[in-house]
């Protein structure tokens, strides 16, 4: 618009059209300047039109190749994590492991190499595994809390994963079984949009392994049966390790860490279980971590040394102390065998116990037939 004071409004050309009246002007617009506007606003329009065109456009040339591109992103994908993987293992000084169809893992001074990376050089130690389902079946690993326990079973974890995802380890040497699955039970979280407490949670995932591990799974339980009592807990605990040492489906290597130091006597009925233990230095009051994992089991968690250097008042840990001592002289704790007994046998099936003990040179066809047809009507 032209905006003319009123001063001058008897000036104004008779072609101009008033458009607005203000305090001490007038706004005119002119058949030229309602040209002009017609064509800058438009102008928007077609840009905004020919843009989206443009895009459809180029969207439908790349829908048209999209085999092609998803193939590019596929393979450079590939090729990065490919290249990640090298590049870790050379700056970090991995190495190649050997991997095997049997079932024996065998790991020389293996490193979790996120844990390694979060502490200063040197600082992170080594350790050793061997898992066999001939003969060391079954770890046991007790030691004092933030001794290295979850450390050292995911280590083991992803030491196997990667080895079987090709990948070099972590480690100074490694021997890998092939797994078929890599179970594991770690961590404490509940599920409470799926209506799960945290001690379900853990036992879902427990019931889960035992269902559908085999003779040549990997599986690692941190703490099984700490979220509830402490007998309910240790009960669950032993009755876990004993079936999956004795059941004929399973068998497979484990690893268990706890802090139910009753369970070390497990390895002394149970001829593939083993026990180790996380090393610490008792110095008087203090307990220094030496984070290094050795045969035998641990008998004391220093759970209040740790809750002390967590920063808890010093009244409550005089307290617990006090507790502590209070409780072990009114009750020692007595070895898992005495105090549990479970039986160590997995019942056997009275179906399959009928069919083995059924003498099939005695019976005639028929017979044969009738009792087919008997045992199948009671299958569950
Ligand atoms: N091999 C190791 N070398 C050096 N430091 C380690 C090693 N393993 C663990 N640590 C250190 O100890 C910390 C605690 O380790 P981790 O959580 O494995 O202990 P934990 O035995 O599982 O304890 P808790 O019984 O409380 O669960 C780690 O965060 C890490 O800083
Ligand atoms: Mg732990």
């Known amino acids: 618009y032209l905006e003319v004071g009123v001063a001058f409004s008897g000036q104004v050309p008779a072609e101009y059209i008033r458009k607005q ?41 790349v829908a048209a190749a999209a085999q092609p591109v998803l193939g ?23 190495t190649r492991p050997a991997v095997s169809e049997g079932a024996r893992t065998e790991i020389v001074a293996g490193r ?47 030491i196997t994963l990667l080895a079987q995802a090709g ?12 797994c078929d699955r890599i179970f594991t039970r770690v961590g404490a979280h509940d599920d409470l949009a799926r209506g799960m407490s945290t001690f379900m949670v853990e036992m879902t995932e427990t019931a889960n392994i035992l269902n559908h591990a085999t003779r040549t799974s990997l599986v690692v339980f941190d703490e099984v049966g700490r979220g509830t ?15 999956i040492h004795e059941s004929p489906r399973l068998g497979c290597r484990t690893l268990f860490a706890t802090h139910y130091h009753e369970l070390t006597a497990l390895a002394g009925r149970l001829p593939r279980v083993r026990n180790q233990r996380v090393e610490v230095l008792e110095e008087g009051e203090t307990v220094r971590f030496l984070h290094r994992v050795v045969p035998g089991g641990a008998d004391r968690s220093y759970g ?16 617990a102390r006090a507790v502590l001592g209070e409780l072990e002289r009114q009750r020692p704790l007595e070895p898992a065998a005495q105090q549990l007994g479970l039986p160590l046998q997995v019942p056997a099936d009275p179906l399959l116990t009928e069919l ?19 045992l199948k009507s009671r299958l569950p």
């Not at 390694?116 to 809390?145: H, K, R, S, W, Y």
């Not at 990948?167 to 092939?178: E, H, K, Q, T, W």
């Not at 083995?356 to 008997?374: G, H, M, N, T, W």
């Open 21 to 61: 009246t203000l305090t001490g002007a007038e706004r005119y617009l002119t058949p030229e300047l309602k040209e002009r506007e017609a064509i800058v606003l438009n102008a928007q329009q077609q840009v905004v039109a020919r843009e989206a065109e443009l895009l459809k456009q180029l969207c439908e040339r």
């Open 112 to 158: 979790h190499p996120l844990v390694e990376a979060a502490l200063p050089e040197g600082v992170f130690v080594p350790n050793d595994l061997v898992l066999d389902p001939d003969a060391e079946q079954v770890v046991i690993l007790t030691g004092p809390n933030m001794a290295g326990k979850s450390t050292y079973l995911r280590q083991a974890a992803l």
């Open 229 to 243: 009592s402490t007998y309910d807990g240790m009960s669950i605990a032993q009755a876990v390790v004993e079936y």
């Open 304 to 319: 209040i040394h740790v809750a002390a250097l967590a920063g808890l008042p010093p009244a409550v840990i005089a307290r």
């Open 72 to 94: 590019s992103a596929q393979a450079a994908g590939e090729a990065d994590a490919l290249q990640s993987l090298a590049a870790t293992a050379r700056e970090l000084g991995w």
């Open 356 to 374: 083995e003990e059924l003498q099939l040179d005695r019976l005639s066809p028929l017979e044969a037939l009738q009792k087919l047809y008997e």
């Open 167 to 178: 990948s070099f380890v972590p480690a100074r040497a490694a021997s890998i079984g092939l």
